[in-house]
Nanobody, 124 residues
Framework: QVQLVESGGGTAQAGGSLRLSCLFS????????TTWFRQAPGMEREFVATASHAGIYYADSVEGRFIISRDNGKRTVDLQMNDLKPEDTALYYCAGRFGGDVPPPMVAGDYDYWGQGTQVTVSS
């Protein structure tokens, strides 16, 4: 049984920073892909960043501003969000799947495990 639990998030002003953390548990960490997605109201869930044995990848919209980091010993995957913009406002989800694809999938439908989501709101 795999579980993902997000923490962090909240409200920030444009240009500010927030940090999200996801704790994943269950089974082995080998070949377990951890990915952050986000969903704004009325929009589809979109890829943000991923970290796994297959490497680190970012969406173009967050490249250079967000940093994903993973600690297999602690079983955490964090998302440091800098230079936040109002368009970063969304519900952020941590997702996981087992697999060896390189690069890993960047579509929400390809993930089997999800956290409950954490809200990020950026004011202008």
């Amino acid at each position: 049984q795999v579980q993902l639990v997000e923490s962090g998030g909240g409200t920030a002003q444009a240009g500010g920073s927030l940090r999200l953390s996801c704790l994943f548990s269950g089974r082995t960490v080998s070949r377990f892909v951890t990915t952050w997605f986000r969903q704004a109201p009325g929009m589809e869930r979109e890829f943000v960043a991923t970290a796994s044995h297959a490497g680190i990848y970012y969406a173009d919209s967050v490249e250079g501003r967000f940093i994903i980091s993973r600690d297999n010993g602690k079983r955490t995957v964090d998302l440091q969000m800098n230079d936040l913009k109002p368009e970063d406002t969304a519900l952020y989800y941590c997702a996981g799947r087992f697999g060896g694809d390189v690069p890993p999938p960047m579509v929400a439908g390809d993930y089997d495990y999800w956290g409950q989501g954490t809200q990020v709101t950026v004011s202008s």
